[in-house]
């Protein structure tokens, strides 16, 4: 099968603790996104990497890392320093360029709570 | 970065045929207009894309008059299932230009 896996779908964290999102796909995309959505919000943009490391910040990366070493995973860690990071994340993916590099493929979520 | 406005919420009934018009006053030559839906707790699903005139394809059509400013999301005959969240985005990624997903527009069909 296709597609965007993310793991956990649910994940709890404690204060002042790192934690990291899991996102691999077997698309064969060269872009890959990380999403963030609070309750009731459209998406923002919190990276994007559209290529094999590289990355680049997007609306709202403070308090995010990413890393891109492989073409099939691009993990996201939420900080410490990411004050109020519960929030619904989602990861997509989508060919790099043209026409249909505008459509992004997305996995399931990974809902990130406070404890 | 062309900014979209759509209606935050609309009510249909089943077997309707619903529209939904996003503004798109600043869009750029090479920006192309892509929808999505998305039901709770998941993730965003492509429905179609269109960059001008009539797009039509097995869940939806688009229609974008000329001066692009604007686009229809038209979804014919809706039921219960089509209950969702339909955003808007307008832009392209190889120019330069990110797609943006605003608040989309909350579409309840009722029976």
């Known amino acids: 099968d296709g597609g965007i896996t993310q793991s956990p779908k649910y994940l709890f964290r404690k204060e002042g603790q790192n934690v990291t999102l899991s996102c691999e796909q077997n698309l064969n995309h060269d872009a890959m996104y990380w999403y963030r959505q609070d309750p009731g919000q459209g998406l923002r943009l919190i990276y994007y990497s559209q290529i094999v490391n590289d990355f680049q910040k997007g609306d709202i990366a403070e308090g995010y890392s990413v890393s891109r070493e492989k073409k099939e995973s691009f993990p996201l860690t939420v900080t410490s320093a990411q004050k109020n990071p519960t929030a619904f994340y989602l990861c997509?993916?989508?060919?790099?360029?043209?026409?249909?590099?505008?459509?992004?493929?997305f996995g399931a979520g990974t809902r990130l709570s406070v404890l | 970065l062309a900014k979209t406005t759509q209606p935050i919420s609309m009510d249909s009934y089943e077997g309707q045929e619903v529209n939904i018009t996003c503004s798109h006053n600043n869009i750029a030559t090479n920006d192309y207009i892509t929808w999505y839906q998305q039901f709770p707790s998941q993730g965003p699903r492509f429905i179609i894309q269109?960059?001008?005139t009539k797009v039509t394809n097995e869940v939806a059509s688009l229609f974008i008059p000329a001066d692009r400013k604007s686009s229809t999301l038209s979804l014919p005959r809706v039921s219960l299932s089509d209950t969702a969240v339909y955003y808007c985005l307008v832009g392209d990624w190889a120019a330069g230009n990110k797609l943006t997903f605003g608040g989309g527009t909350r579409v309840l069909v009722k029976p």
């Open positions: 997509a993916s989508s060919i790099n360029g043209g026409r249909e590099g505008n459509i992004q493929y």
């Open positions: 269109g960059y001008k």
